[in-house]
């Protein structure tokens, strides 16, 4: 053969997939297949930058071709999102390990924040043995359209954990929370689980555990069917090499995976009709790109915006990869929809900047009166953080305007330690607030802010899942009291609200002065249209207390002359 032929010859030998040349990414995505050379040490390198950036600049995305890689580890250090590109997760096949490894000392993982694993397989060979996959991981770790051929266990060894949230996910074998204080699995799958603390919801598990809330040992809450939701858009490699976005269809009334039988309806969207962001975009250009049709990818790493996002397009796609940060420092709010249909914001981490811009993130405008039903909003995997890397400061993190829209997914955290942390230096009234109709949040963890921590304003509110820590640093009772008592509430709904619901909520106490309490968890109003399911409060220190769960029922949790737990089961 000559030359030319060889190369042809083995190019009609190697799949598509493996031919296909990636975008312009930038630096910090890392394109890997199993032919890579120095596969391991490329991820080694990775991990060993990102393990000890709690709150550091640095973002890394990894994204794996499709083929089978064979005895390889893959450590998930802050900020690393490990992304297979299949059209399905079996496409990419990691046979060794993917861990996360405690980052406190005494196997503790209760700061393993920021960090991710999606549609990808893994078959645990080099994992903690027993073909068990460690994923020792709290707030914030997306772990998505993930088949665990084996088992998975979610801390380390005899540490606390403090998570956690599985989407369409597969486990052949068990599932091992273990210490994990609270857990959200929806759509997902198992032979098995094991595990209860303080809070763990099913929403669309067709195996849950047997027994139930609030019995020690059997806290579980269940809900048979996810009633509405729209799985995450995921990048991948297409038939024909390239690269595309595939966003899902809604799912309604739906149970188990999305992927059992193959690509589930959606609609793929060419890499193409992207403008791929890279730190050092100007909000100006990605405004351009915006107005002219244009989905976006963000690439990660840290952007500073002098000016809003304006995503104002029906059927828009803001996708994140590699947890691409960011922030404004002269006081732009950093995002703003319009009141359209089917917009898609994913995998965003937005910063409070020095300056108070209002309110970070803001879906659909004040007074939005069209309705989504059909085709809402959703926002997956989006993350709020306000001070930890620097002094920041908002008044409100995330306010939902418009009509219909769902989360799935999202951690909001005034940050109670690193830089920049006290009462004076992040301050934040509120976490979230809703004042749109029928929004759905699965997965709601807001923790730290100085008011309540959530508002909801809203008729025919739903969330499945809360889980909250109110803040640290109040310094004396009078400065945090409500206008109705001592404290104040973490999950508020205002008494104008006639219809809610809520499933599976958490309020824990860390008061660091002596002589802070908190009255009421939660407060809302009492009418036949409103109604929680499952709650429970924890006192986590030696100081103040949480006197009463709902209103005033419910018994007090107080960590000196009482119980450190309270569960109320109904309300009313």
């Given at each position: 053969m000559?030359?030319?032929?060889r190369?042809l010859?083995?190019a009609?030998?190697?799949?598509l997939a ?12 890392h ?6 050379p ?10 060993e930058?990102?393990?000890?950036n709690?709150f550091?600049?640095?973002?890394d995305?990894?994204?794996?071709k ?13 900020y690393?999102q490990v992304?297979?590109?299949g059209?399905?997760p079996?496409?990419?096949h ?9 980052f ?5 993982a ?12 893994v078959?645990p ?5 027993d073909?068990?996959?460690q994923?020792a991981?709290s707030?914030?770790i ?19 954990s403090?998570g956690?949230?599985?989407a369409d996910v597969l486990v052949?074998g068990q ?6 204080q609270?857990?959200?699995?929806r759509?997902s ?7 209860s ?6 929403v669309?598990?067709?195996q ?12 579980f809450t269940k809900?048979?069917?996810?009633p ?11 038939k024909a ?5 595939r966003v899902?269809?809604l799912r ?5 995976i ?11 969207l060419p ?5 791929i962001?890279k730190?050092?975009d ?10 002219a049709?244009k ?6 790493g ?6 809003t ?8 796609v803001?996708l ?10 002269n006081?732009?709010?950093?995002l703003k929809t ?19 811009s209002g309110?970070?993130?803001e ?5 939005s009166?069209?309705?989504?039903k059909a085709?809402?909003?959703v926002?997956h995997?989006v ?13 409100t993190?995330?306010r939902i305007?418009a009509h219909?829209?769902l989360?799935?997914h ?19 009234a ?8 029928d ?11 100085q008011?309540?921590?959530v508002?909801w304003?809203?008729?025919g509110?739903?969330?499945y899942?809360?889980q909250s820590?109110i803040p640290?640093?109040p310094p004396?009772?009078p400065?945090w ?5 001592r404290g104040f ?6 008494d ?15 008061f ?12 809302v109003?009492e ?23 709902a209103n005033?029922?419910g018994e007090?949790?107080r ?6 737990t ?7």
């Amino acid at each position: 053969m000559t030359l030319p032929t060889r190369l042809l010859a083995a190019a009609l030998a190697t799949p598509l997939a493996a031919l296909a040349a990636p975008p312009d990414f930038g630096p910090n995505v890392h394109v890997l297949d199993p032919a890579t050379p120095g596969l391991q040490q490329r991820i080694d390198a990775i991990y060993e930058a990102q393990q000890p950036n709690h709150f550091g600049p640095r973002r890394d995305a990894i994204l794996l071709k499709p083929g089978t890689y064979r005895d390889l580890r893959i450590p998930v250090g802050f900020y690393t999102q490990v992304l297979g590109l299949g059209a399905q997760p079996g496409d990419v096949h990691v046979i060794g390990d993917l861990r996360s490894t405690a980052f406190l000392d005494g196997d503790n993982a209760t700061q393993n924040f920021w960090r991710g694993a999606e549609n990808f397989a893994v078959t645990p060979t080099l994992g903690i043995g027993d073909n068990t996959l460690q994923w020792a991981v709290s707030q914030a770790i997306p772990f998505r359209r993930m088949h665990v051929r084996g088992n998975i266990r979610l801390n380390q060894k005899q540490g606390w954990s403090s998570g956690g949230w599985f989407a369409d996910v597969l486990v052949d074998g068990q599932v091992n929370s273990a210490s994990q204080q609270q857990w959200l699995s929806r759509n997902s799958e198992w032979a098995r689980w094991t595990g209860s603390n303080w809070n763990m919801v099913f929403v669309g598990v067709p195996q849950a555990p047997a027994g139930e809330f609030p019995t020690p040992g059997q806290r579980f809450t269940k809900i048979a069917k996810t009633p509405l939701v729209r799985e995450k858009p995921w990048l991948f490699i297409d038939k024909a090499g390239g690269y595309a976005v595939r966003v899902p269809a809604l799912r309604r009334d739906s149970a188990g995976i999305s992927w059992a039988k193959g690509t589930a309806p959606g609609k793929t969207l060419p890499i193409t009709r992207f403008h791929i962001a890279k730190p050092g975009d100007t909000a100006a250009a990605l405004n351009a790109q915006l107005a002219a049709g244009k989905h976006l990818l963000f690439t990660p790493g840290e952007y500073l915006l002098t000016e809003t996002l304006q995503v104002t397009r029906p059927g828009t796609v803001v996708l994140g990869i590699g947890f691409p940060t960011l922030r404004s420092d002269n006081g732009a709010p950093l995002l703003k929809t319009a009141d359209v249909d089917g917009l898609t914001i994913a995998g965003l981490f937005l910063d409070a900047g020095r300056e108070d811009s209002g309110v970070l993130m803001e879906v659909g405008p004040p007074g939005s009166k069209r309705r989504h039903k059909a085709d809402p909003t959703v926002l997956h995997d989006v993350f709020f953080r306000v001070g930890g890397a620097a002094p920041g400061r908002v008044h409100t993190a995330l306010r939902i305007n418009a009509h219909d829209t769902l989360v799935d997914h999202t951690w909001v955290w005034r940050a109670d330690h690193g830089e920049g942390v006290s009462w004076t230096s992040n301050p934040s009234a509120h976490g979230v607030v809703v004042d749109g109709e029928d929004v759905t949040i699965y997965g709601l963890f807001v923790e730290h802010f100085q008011d309540y921590q959530v508002v909801w304003r809203g008729n025919g509110g739903r969330v499945y899942f809360y889980q909250s820590e109110i803040p640290y640093d109040p310094p004396t009772q009078p400065q945090w009291n409500s206008p109705t008592g001592r404290g104040f509430a973490s999950y508020k709904v205002a008494d104008t609200v006639t219809r809610h619901e809520a499933w599976g909520l958490g309020v824990y106490s860390v008061f660091l002065q002596p002589d802070v309490l908190l009255d009421r968890a939660i407060e809302v109003p009492e009418k036949p249209g409103v109604k929680l399911h499952h709650m429970i409060t924890v006192c986590l220190v030696d100081k103040g207390s949480i006197e009463r769960i709902a209103n005033d029922k419910g018994e007090p949790a107080r960590c000196k002359g009482g119980a450190n737990t309270a569960t109320l089961k109904e309300f009313p």
